[in-house]
């Protein structure tokens, strides 16, 4: 990864950023919250930003209908989350990959 390789993702990261914080609030912490709950159990390949920026797509198309937030997310936001990541592979995976591969060979 050269530097401006680092510099373009920057750029992208702060127009998604700005793309965030053009949305109502209520969007702007219900997506906060999800991006907290994302990273934390999200997809190994969130960092490429795509599941990110199709929330944001999302959600502005929800505001263009006039909808609120949990009309399209429902109440439960964390369940959302997990469904939006349900066939990805996560760092909860790995984690349990991982543990299952120590356990193998401590068996051994």
């Known amino acids: 990864m050269g ?8 750029r ?3 127009a998604h950023l ?3 914080k053009a949305l109502p609030p209520d969007y ?14 999200g997809p190994v390949d969130l960092p490429d930003g795509r599941l990110l920026s199709g929330i944001v797509d999302f959600f502005e198309e929800g505001v263009a209908d006039g909808k609120g937030v949990l009309q ?7 369940a959302f989350c997990d469904d939006l990541v349900k066939d990805s592979r996560t ?3 790995l984690y349990q990959e ?6 193998g060979t401590a068996e051994r």
Do not use: N
């Open 3 to 10: 530097i401006q390789d680092i510099i373009e993702g920057k």
């Open 28 to 41: 702007q912490i219900v997506y906060k919250e999800m991006q907290r709950y994302l990273f934390k159990v």
């Open 91 to 93: 760092y909860a995976d």
């Open 72 to 78: 399209l997310t429902g109440k439960d936001v964390a």
């Open 98 to 103: 991982s543990l299952s591969r120590e356990h």
């Open 18 to 20: 700005a793309r965030v």
């Open 12 to 14: 992208q990261w702060r």
